[in-house]
């Protein structure tokens, strides 16, 4: 598989994660909502990884990942407090401790921000990915 279909296929993925999230927001399933587009974000971060050629680490927090993808140092100080807060739902989302935290302030306007704030961040890093891959495509002509 080359290096552009290993790319599409994590931004598929990001797609049908958001995909399900709307639907989730659709029918106030906010907590659910909040961890796909959490989701999303980090398998946009993992197709930038794989942009660079390597393998992403499986791991959710999406501060490491966003280093390891080499593009940490371009976010701002919103995107990167946005990142470290998106983090929490990987794991919330799936333990009933925090859950029960997170269910109480996961309402519809917290939740709009989150897509909000996703949706942006996934059209930012998928230019941050082209940018990537055009680069390797003007690497490789040179060689």
């Keep these: 598989m080359s290096l552009k279909e290993r790319v599409a296929e994590w931004l598929a993925i990001t797609d049908e994660d958001m995909e399900v999230a709307q ?3 659709k029918n106030k399933k906010y907590l659910h909502c909040a961890f796909l587009y959490q989701q999303a974000v980090e398998k946009a ?3 930038r990884i794989t942009a660079n050629d390597e393998i992403p680490y499986p791991i959710h927090d ?3 990942l966003a ?5 940490w140092d371009l976010f701002s100080a919103k995107q990167r407090l946005f990142l470290r807060a998106l983090t929490t ?3 919330g989302a799936r333990y009933s401790e925090r859950k029960r935290k997170l269910l109480s302030v996961c309402n519809k306007e917290e939740t709009q ?3 909000t704030s996703s949706k ?3 059209l930012w890093l998928k230019e941050k990915i082209n940018e990537r891959l ?3 495509k003007q690497s490789s002509k040179k060689s």
């Design 23 to 25: 639907l989730c927001y």
């Design 45 to 47: 971060i993992k197709a």
């Design 62 to 64: 999406l501060t490491a």
């Design 67 to 71: 280093e390891d993808a080499e593009i």
């Design 89 to 91: 739902y990987a794991i």
């Design 113 to 115: 921000k989150i897509l």
């Design 120 to 122: 942006e961040m996934i």
């Design 134 to 136: 055009s680069q390797e």
